[in-house]
């Protein structure tokens, strides 16, 4: 599993299995199975030792092992001394179990874990504002044009809100200018504040844990890939508590075209990481077929999840290369996706 994500990372060894309460030497296996394992057996105390702890591999792979819930095991961290190789780095984890100790093997790490660039949609994907986007977009209708509008007719799910705008203007035979379509934003954004403390939203399952999980995980990086103007993105996550789990992010701000956005999301990341992230070292994650367009457009793996408005078979079609109901399992969906 982690070599599928992370090819330049080469293990050796990880010869740790699960047996009559206590751990084991045994054949070679991928960590990413004895995290797991370590993570659901929970009769006693972990005690960890590290070599090398300035490293970053090191350190992120006894991680999991100090992040809750896994950490209410570890009885202590002890780290020992030596200087730092350059062309690798040594983890060594000693594992106490059950009254009963051994020394593994050493886990030779070759090259230090590539990063990852994850990027978000918000609405069905990570949260349920409760309409209170649509019921804005009506709001200025009525107050500025003095239109009574359901909206029927105008597609909403994964456009960008200036796409959106200029489909409202058309319906009302509005002129689309650069005027009216900014005067539109401006006053969706003012409403949008008010609506969003009006409304029964949430987040949605399992988003409040996946979040800091993968923001605690050093190859990670969290960035938004978003059809909300950036105004309207900060609103929204912000009222829902997550705003400052991202990094960066593309918006409708940036352009009209949602699959426009997937290079406008690769160049802030080469800012801000100065790593300039391949497709395949980039995952798009969200609940319409555009959110999976706009992630193929840049060769992007495509993450699809059930929790908006289109169903898995609808999602399907458009061939995502993966589809989950919701994040309400985190672990299965951390190990799954590589995460």
Known sequence: M????????????????????????TQTEPLQVLLHRLAKFRPAPVAIEIFHPQHE?????????????ERER????????????KAAAIGNLRFQFAQSAFQSEI????????????????DGTLINS????????????????GVIDDLRGVEIAGKTDTGIVHQILRKQNIAVTEETTALFLKLYLEFLADELPQRQGSL?????????RLQARPQNVLALLTGNLRRGAQLKLAHYGIWGFFEFGAFADDHHDRNQLGP?????????????????????????????ACGKAIG?????????????????????????????EVDAALIELGW
């Open 2 to 25: 982690i070599a599928q994500f992370f090819p330049r990372l080469e293990i050796e060894r990880a010869p740790f299995t699960l047996q009559d309460r206590r751990f084991r030497p």
């Open 57 to 69: 591999c090191a350190g992120a792979l006894a991680a999991p092992l100090l992040r809750a819930p």
């Open 74 to 85: 570890v009885a202590g961290v002890q780290v020992t001394g030596g200087r730092r190789r």
């Open 107 to 122: 886990i030779n790490l070759k090259s230090s874990i590539p990063k990852r660039l994850l990027l978000f949609d918000i």
């Open 130 to 145: 409760g309409g209170a986007g649509i019921e804005s977009l009506k709001e200025v209708l009525r107050q500025q044009f």
């Open 204 to 212: 949605l399952p399992g988003v409040a844990e996946l979040l800091p």
């Open 264 to 292: 406008v999301a690769q160049e802030r990341a080469r800012e801000k990481h100065a790593i300039d992230f391949a497709g395949a070292e980039i995952d798009v994650i969200g609940d319409t077929p555009h959110d999976i």
């Open 300 to 328: 992007a793996r495509t993450i699809a999840v059930t929790t908006g408005s289109f169903s898995r078979a609808q999602l399907a079609a458009h061939q995502p290369d993966w589809i989950l109901d919701d994040f309400s």
